[in-house]
């Protein structure tokens, strides 16, 4: 299945730049982190055209990666579907800490329909279509399934995705709900999946990786030290099942023979805050995991 995943194509496109579009802002928290980039979307603020629904449609899929510097258009982004206050629609945008790189993850009422990974130069932009092959490969497992989307970059030069969803988002009676996880480790150097791994799932494996899809809540300066006990214990469980939905037997064998040790030694801290600390160090190490891929 992996040869085949890694087989599809990436798309890779160079424009010269252009003028400053007419009718477009910038949007939401899309400025790179050294503020020389970003992403244009058109206004939805009365400019005195004439409104034109057709029209309108039409140019919510343009958006533009902009050169601030330049005060120009570097290219178009592809397969873009979003302006300002669209229904239903949502453009999330993450930069690398030093701009090399750019997520532009377009969501939908219930999951992504399109996540383009921008790569400017000296040359312009090289979009690779990153959320195809995450779409075409839950797909073979569930079909229709909405799906989430996550990534991690780690020290090799790499960008770790997780994703997971379900076939039935809304939850209706009469529909057999399906769930699928996705896992893929994508090389940033040569474009290429370096692995790639969907499968389906029951609704607790589906849980346990979709929540760490999700940002470590911030915690109230007053919690005392058994409610940070009772969430840490938490948030240890979630990794670890997460860490079972995807380790291949023999690794999650050796995985769980390691926790038992841990558990054991942890046990005998006696101490509440003390076993935090411990807890939380446990945490922190089978997440690295977990983003490891």
């Known amino acids: 299945m992996i040869r085949i995943l890694l087989l599809f194509a990436l798309l890779a496109v160079h424009l010269t ?3 400053w579009p ?4 910038v949007a939401e928290d899309s400025r790179s982190p050294d503020g020389r980039y970003g992403i244009l979307i058109r206004s939805n603020e009365d400019d005195g055209l004439p409104f034109d629904e057709d029209a309108w449609e039409a140019t919510l899929k343009t958006n533009y990666i902009a050169d601030f510097q330049a005060h120009s258009v570097v290219a178009r982004v592809n397969n873009a579907y979003y ?5 239903h629609r949502n453009l999330e945008v993450r930069w690398a800490p030093d701009a090399s790189w750019c997520l532009a993850i377009y969501e939908a009422r219930f999951g992504i329909f399109s996540v383009q990974l921008l790569l400017p130069s000296r040359n312009g932009v090289e979009q690779v279509a990153l959320g195809e092959l995450v779409v075409q490969a839950c797909s073979e497992k569930v079909p229709d399934a909405e799906l989430s989307f996550d990534c991690r970059q780690t020290s090799l030069g790499r960008l770790v995705v997780c994703s997971s969803g ?3 988002p809304k939850g209706f009676e009469d529909r057999q709900t399906r769930y699928v996880c996705f896992r893929g480790s994508f090389d940033l150097a040569t474009r290429h ?3 790639a791994e969907a499968k389906e799932v029951t609704i607790a494996e589906y849980e346990a990786v979709s929540m760490q899809e999700v940002k470590v809540q911030e915690v109230s300066e ?5 409610e940070m006990a009772e969430r840490l214990d938490e948030r240890l469980n979630r990794v670890y099942r997460a860490l079972r939905v995807f380790l291949p037997r023999e690794s999650f064998n050796v995985l769980r023979q390691e926790q038992r040790v841990w558990l054991s030694e942890t046990e ?4 509440v805050e003390t076993r935090n ?8 190490e089978l997440e690295r995991r977990f983003w490891s891929f």
């Open 193 to 195: 999946w370096l692995k």
């Open 22 to 25: 007419e009718h477009y802002i």
């Open 268 to 271: 005998k801290v006696k101490e």
């Open 166 to 168: 379900t076939n039935n």
């Open 222 to 226: 007053n919690e005392m030290p058994q």
């Open 277 to 284: 600390q411990r807890v939380e160090a446990r945490v922190v």
């Open 17 to 19: 730049a252009g003028e």
């Open 83 to 87: 302006a300002q206050g669209a229904n």
